[in-house]
Structures are given as structure tokens and as C-alpha cells.
């Protein structure tokens, strides 16, 4: 145990910290009364509408994507699993012609809804951000936000986490669906509420960024340039464009994880120790 | 010329005698006056670390009265441990061997499930967090000391899954308050 000799510059910001804090902040402890912790507005009504747009956006976005990407995969198994990729086969050729037909398919869907869904998603992003940084960056200190986290009342079950990524969510319009449900009944549990804003930020801000990698993989390859291919073989390109497809609808696989409980289970009293814990 | 050698000789064996008497008042340093017994029962060791710390020569032991009493208590998990550590500190910091705030800092890091790394933050969130990496780097740090003081010397698996979600969502929220911000700029 050799804190003590570490904790030089930790102490002085804690005495600092102490005299800016003042005692208000000090009242916001966990199990405390809801009007004692710190307040927090990180939904106002533009955050609310963007959610519910953006859900709007991602379900028009989706009609008809599922089944091409379904299509899509269906057509590259049976291409890979019939070793078609160094045959002429006139079989494979067909399979070929089929896979980049029903590609094509896939990016002229794409290409056509990417910018009412950008717009969309630039929306949440941008107004999620400001409300991040308005309520959390500038008002409060890393240590408020552990105070509001610690909010959470005994036995206190709280809003399902949404997991990072959105594996198990379904489809990019649930999710955001989803949120937006979430934030319209999440208003009493005032606790939760900044994990809920800072998953909606980053996922948002996420699928900016395959909505940016898609895009740019669509102006790389133009539909003339996907029918001069049709008789060479199947490129890692498609699959990269297929798989960040995948991605911005489904998540990602390997981000899967348990959901866990906002609300946490308080522990036992700890008013024995109080004077050698810093509220 | 003879009066004289004999009052130097005087002076010398008086300054010997001053010299053996002023010796006789440092502190002792043999090696067994501060050392605690090599015993693993972790209620004797703490009784016989309170005893120690009344002599303030030993004040200088007490780091390393800390690390056998940790190990120790790691050896003998369990919640009375928690008041054990507790009593210990309260004692230290009324004897002057540390200061509130250290007590306050190390019970803090060891056995309360929110972090001390955090809450000793002053700064708004969108300026501390411009230092984000040393700030994770504390709170993964505390995480430890919280997995040492909470699972191996109290045994409570809950205290400690609480810690790991704090360290989990806050680390979540500053990532989002973090990008919101260098968004911005």
C-alpha cells in the first residue's frame, strides 16, 4: 500500500476541489434525495426530435436493404462454398453476374438513401453533442457525474443499458426507436440519464462514420465500373462495402455484451465510515 | 603550562562524557524496535501496529505496517476487516502519522466503490478531461487497489461489481463528453 507517497497532487486538487465545490455538491451522495444531486437537462426538445427523425430516417433506410444484403450473402456462400472463384464454369459465371447484379442493387438503394439519413444522423449527433457538452463538459465536473451516477436508490432495477455497439438490438431503426422511447420515459430516472445521452452520442457519431466509409466505398466504385467487372472475380472491396453495410444495420458482432443494470445495487450502509469518505 | 594541559584534558573528557550522553539520546535504531511479529493473525497484527504507532519513532514504519497489514487481512478476507482498516486510519490521522486527507484518500481508494481519482477532479469536465489518458490511468490504478481492498480483503464480490460499474459508465460518459467537446473546438 503505497498511496499515501503518490497522492501529493491528488490532494491538493481535492482540497481545491472541496472549496470550489461548495455544499451543495457536497449534499449529492448516493441514496440522497433526488432535489439534492445535481440536475441535469441532457434532453431538450430538439434532442427528442432528431431521435425520433433519425429512427424515421434509419426505417426508411432499411426498407428493402435487409432482404438485398440477405440475397447478397446467400449468393457469396454459395460462390465461396462451390470454389466458383477459380472456375468458368458457366454455372459461376451466372453466380458471379447474379452477386454483382444484386450488389449493384444493393449500392443504388444505398447511394439513394444515405443523405436523408446523414442529415438525420448529423442532427442527433450535433445536438446530443451540444447538450453532452453544455450540461456535462462545461457545468460539471468528472466527479458531479459520478455523483449523479451514484444517485441510484437501492434494489433500483433503472433504465436497460442500451450495450455498447448494437449487437442484439436488431435493426439501426429499433435502435434509435429504442432510444427515443428511452428518453421520452427516462425523465424520473435522472441517474442513468448520462449513459443514456453518451450512448446515443457515440452511437450516433458511429454510424456518421460507416455512413462516411460507405459512401466513400460507393463513390470508389461506380456502376460502370461494377459492369466492366462482370466477368472478374469478386473483389475484397464488395466484401468490405457488404460488411460495413452489415455493420451500420446490424452492429457489430464482436461488441456483443451483456445487458447491464443502470440501476445498481446499493451497498450495505456505510454511515460507520462516513468521516473517512469524501462526499 | 601544566594547569593548562590539565584543564584541556578536563575539557576533553567533558566534551566525551556530553558526546557518550548525547548519543545515548538518538533514536534506537536496532532493527527489532519497530518491527511487528511475524504472525498471520490479522487481529493481534493490527492490535500490535496500534501499539507501535504510540512511538512516534516507529511513524517511520508505517509504510510498510500497511503493506503486511494488507497482506495479511488478504490472507483473513472478510467485512470486519473494513472496521479494522477504518480504526487504524482514524488512529493514524489523531496521532499525526498522516493527515485526514490521506486517511480519507487511501480508505477511499481501497473500499469505497465510487473514485477518489474522480471526485478530487476540480476542473470542468470538458478541461480535465483534455488530460483524459492520466485520468484513466488513476482510475485504472484505483480499480486495483479496489479489487485488492474490496474482493481479497473483504470478500464483498457486490462492493466490487458496483466499482466496475462505475468505472465502466463513467468511462463511457467521458468518452462521449470528451469527443462532444473536442468536437466543438
Redesign the interface.
Same mark, same amino acid.
Given at each position: 500500500?503505497?498511496?499515501?507517497?503518490e497522492?501529493g497532487l491528488? +490532494?491538493k486538487?481535492?482540497?481545491?476541489?472541496l472549496?470550489?465545490?461548495g455544499p451543495g455538491w457536497a449534499q449529492a451522495v448516493?441514496g440522497q434525495p433526488a432535489e439534492l444531486r445535481p440536475r441535469i437537462n441532457l434532453f431538450p426538445t430538439s434532442v427528442v426530435e432528431s431521435l425520433s427523425d433519425t429512427s424515421r430516417a434509419a426505417r426508411e433506410m432499411e426498407t428493402g436493404l435487409y432482404e438485398i444484403v440477405l440475397k447478397l450473402e446467400k449468393q457469396k456462400d454459395a460462390y465461396e462454398s462451390t470454389d466458383c472463384a477459380s472456375s468458368d464454369d458457366a454455372g459461376c459465371v451466372q453466380l458471379r453476374k447474379a452477386v454483382r447484379g444484386t450488389y449493384k442493387e444493393m449500392l443504388d438503394l444505398m447511394q439513394a438513401s444515405i443523405p436523408g439519413m446523414r442529415a438525420s444522423l448529423d442532427a442527433t449527433a450535433d445536438s446530443?453533442?451540444?447538450s453532452? +457538452?453544455s450540461e456535462?463538459? +462545461?457545468?460539471?465536473?468528472?466527479?458531479?457525474?459520478?455523483r449523479i451516477?451514484?444517485g441510484r436508490g437501492a434494489g433500483e432495477t433503472g433504465l436497460a443499458r442500451p450495450p455498447?455497439g448494437r449487437a442484439g438490438q436488431g435493426k439501426l431503426s429499433q435502435m434509435f426507436s429504442r432510444y427515443y422511447e428511452l428518453v421520452k420515459r427516462g425523465g424520473r430516472q435522472a441517474d442513468a440519464l448520462?449513459?443514456l445521452?453518451?450512448?446515443i452520442?457515440?452511437d450516433s457519431?458511429q454510424s456518421l462514420y460507416f455512413l462516411d466509409l460507405i459512401e466513400a466505398e460507393i463513390g470508389s466504385q461506380s456502376t460502370e465500373l461494377v459492369l466492366e467487372l462482370e466477368w472478374g472475380e469478386l473483389t475484397d472491396q464488395i466484401s468490405a462495402t457488404v460488411g460495413d453495410v452489415k455493420v451500420l444495420l446490424w452492429g457489430e458482432e464482436d461488441r456483443a455484451q451483456d445487458i447491464?443494470e443502470?440501476g445498481?445495487?446499493e451497498?450495505a450502509s +456505510?454511515d460507520?465510515?462516513r468521516?473517512?469518505?469524501?462526499q | 603550562m601544566r594547569n593548562q594541559r590539565k584543564l584541556y584534558g578536563s575539557l576533553l573528557a567533558a566534551i566525551g562524557l556530553l558526546a557518550a550522553g548525547g548519543c545515548a539520546q538518538q533514536p534506537r535504531t536496532d532493527a527489532g524496535h519497530c518491527q511487528l511479529s511475524a504472525t498471520n493473525n490479522v487481529e493481534r497484527l493490527f492490535l500490535e501496529v496500534s501499539e507501535k504507532l504510540e512511538d512516534p519513532l516507529c511513524h517511520y514504519s508505517y509504510?510498510d505496517y500497511?503493506?503486511q497489514?494488507?497482506a495479511a487481512a488478504k490472507g483473513s478476507p472478510g467485512a470486519e476487516n473494513?472496521?479494522r482498516f477504518?480504526a487504524l486510519?482514524?488512529e493514524s490521522i489523531d496521532l499525526g502519522v498522516?493527515?485526514t486527507?490521506?486517511?480519507?484518500?487511501?480508505?477511499?481508494?481501497?473500499?469505497?466503490?465510487?473514485?477518489?481519482?474522480?471526485?478530487?477532479?476540480?476542473?470542468?469536465?470538458?478541461t480535465?478531461?483534455r488530460e483524459r489518458s492520466e485520468?484513466e490511468v488513476?482510475m485504472r490504478r484505483e480499480l486495483e487497489?479496489k479489487r485488492e481492498g474490496m474482493l481479497e480483503i473483504l470478500g464483498?464480490e457486490?462492493?466490487f461489481?458496483?466499482a466496475q460499474?462505475?468505472f465502466?459508465?463513467?468511462n463511457?460518459?467521458?468518452?462521449?463528453?470528451d469527443?462532444?467537446?473536442t468536437?466543438?473546438t
Amino acid at each position: 500500500m503505497t498511496v499515501i507517497c503518490e497522492s501529493g497532487l491528488s +490532494r491538493k486538487l481535492l482540497l481545491s476541489g472541496l472549496l470550489l465545490l461548495g455544499p451543495g455538491w457536497a449534499q449529492a451522495v448516493p441514496g440522497q434525495p433526488a432535489e439534492l444531486r445535481p440536475r441535469i437537462n441532457l434532453f431538450p426538445t430538439s434532442v427528442v426530435e432528431s431521435l425520433s427523425d433519425t429512427s424515421r430516417a434509419a426505417r426508411e433506410m432499411e426498407t428493402g436493404l435487409y432482404e438485398i444484403v440477405l440475397k447478397l450473402e446467400k449468393q457469396k456462400d454459395a460462390y465461396e462454398s462451390t470454389d466458383c472463384a477459380s472456375s468458368d464454369d458457366a454455372g459461376c459465371v451466372q453466380l458471379r453476374k447474379a452477386v454483382r447484379g444484386t450488389y449493384k442493387e444493393m449500392l443504388d438503394l444505398m447511394q439513394a438513401s444515405i443523405p436523408g439519413m446523414r442529415a438525420s444522423l448529423d442532427a442527433t449527433a450535433d445536438s446530443m453533442g451540444n447538450s453532452l +457538452r453544455s450540461e456535462i463538459g +462545461r457545468k460539471m465536473t468528472p466527479g458531479d457525474v459520478q455523483r449523479i451516477l451514484g444517485g441510484r436508490g437501492a434494489g433500483e432495477t433503472g433504465l436497460a443499458r442500451p450495450p455498447s455497439g448494437r449487437a442484439g438490438q436488431g435493426k439501426l431503426s429499433q435502435m434509435f426507436s429504442r432510444y427515443y422511447e428511452l428518453v421520452k420515459r427516462g425523465g424520473r430516472q435522472a441517474d442513468a440519464l448520462p449513459v443514456l445521452a453518451s450512448q446515443i452520442y457515440l452511437d450516433s457519431v458511429q454510424s456518421l462514420y460507416f455512413l462516411d466509409l460507405i459512401e466513400a466505398e460507393i463513390g470508389s466504385q461506380s456502376t460502370e465500373l461494377v459492369l466492366e467487372l462482370e466477368w472478374g472475380e469478386l473483389t475484397d472491396q464488395i466484401s468490405a462495402t457488404v460488411g460495413d453495410v452489415k455493420v451500420l444495420l446490424w452492429g457489430e458482432e464482436d461488441r456483443a455484451q451483456d445487458i447491464l443494470e443502470v440501476g445498481l445495487q446499493e451497498s450495505a450502509s +456505510r454511515d460507520e465510515y462516513r468521516d473517512l469518505l469524501i462526499q | 603550562m601544566r594547569n593548562q594541559r590539565k584543564l584541556y584534558g578536563s575539557l576533553l573528557a567533558a566534551i566525551g562524557l556530553l558526546a557518550a550522553g548525547g548519543c545515548a539520546q538518538q533514536p534506537r535504531t536496532d532493527a527489532g524496535h519497530c518491527q511487528l511479529s511475524a504472525t498471520n493473525n490479522v487481529e493481534r497484527l493490527f492490535l500490535e501496529v496500534s501499539e507501535k504507532l504510540e512511538d512516534p519513532l516507529c511513524h517511520y514504519s508505517y509504510p510498510d505496517y500497511r503493506q503486511q497489514l494488507v497482506a495479511a487481512a488478504k490472507g483473513s478476507p472478510g467485512a470486519e476487516n473494513e472496521a479494522r482498516f477504518a480504526a487504524l486510519l482514524r488512529e493514524s490521522i489523531d496521532l499525526g502519522v498522516i493527515s485526514t486527507r490521506q486517511g480519507q484518500e487511501v480508505f477511499s481508494q481501497y473500499f469505497d466503490p465510487e473514485f477518489y481519482a474522480v471526485k478530487s477532479e476540480p476542473r470542468s469536465s470538458c478541461t480535465s478531461l483534455r488530460e483524459r489518458s492520466e485520468l484513466e490511468v488513476a482510475m485504472r490504478r484505483e480499480l486495483e487497489y479496489k479489487r485488492e481492498g474490496m474482493l481479497e480483503i473483504l470478500g464483498d464480490e457486490e462492493r466490487f461489481r458496483q466499482a466496475q460499474h462505475y468505472f465502466q459508465d463513467l468511462n463511457l460518459v467521458f468518452d462521449a463528453v470528451d469527443a462532444a467537446c473536442t468536437r466543438s473546438t
